[in-house]
């Protein structure tokens, strides 16, 4: 217990292998914090406990901030605090408009799709060229540029 404090201490001072020491000695307690967290949100999650620990981590020890812990509770505290910060962010980007807001997504594996029919004008456009071509290879193959790819008489 007193290692996880000394260690707090070491980050705060700016050893930068402190960090190092610390996430091997409190990592299952943060994965315990983090399944706590999740089983708390809706089926289907796509966060797993180890993501939410190592950017809990991350937010924690390597943000570049001044924090001071004044102990192995307070750490933890901040850890669980982090977690339901990134929680937050997490559910407010899935609900935000470019992901589709507020609509529902379902799944199309067993929704059968019509088949798409040719169109009737497709065919006659078909039998019309052919003929044409049989009359004059050349203007038909400017037809079928025209009216196919796009290009001008020019």
């Known amino acids: 217990m007193a290692d996880v404090t000394r260690i707090l201490h070491q980050i705060e001072a700016g050893d930068p292998r402190a960090a190092e020491e610390l996430l091997p000695l409190i990592y299952e307690e943060l994965r315990h914090l983090a399944r706590v967290r999740l089983a708390q949100e809706k089926p289907g999650h796509t966060l797993q406990p180890t993501a939410l620990v190592h950017e809990a981590f991350l937010r924690l020890v390597h943000n570049g901030s001044d924090q001071e812990w004044d102990s192995r509770g307070h750490f933890f505290s901040a850890a669980a605090e982090a ?13 935000s408009i470019r992901r589709g807001g507020s609509l529902k997504q379902h799944d199309l594996d067993h929704v059968e799709l019509p088949a798409r029919e040719i169109s009737d004008n497709c065919l006659a456009v078909h039998e019309a060229l052919s003929k044409f071509e049989q009359r004059d290879k050349i203007k038909a193959q400017l037809v079928k540029l025209c009216y196919f790819a796009g290009f001008s008489l020019a």
């Open 83 to 95: 977690m339901r910060r990134i929680l937050v962010d997490q559910a407010r980007r899935k609900m």
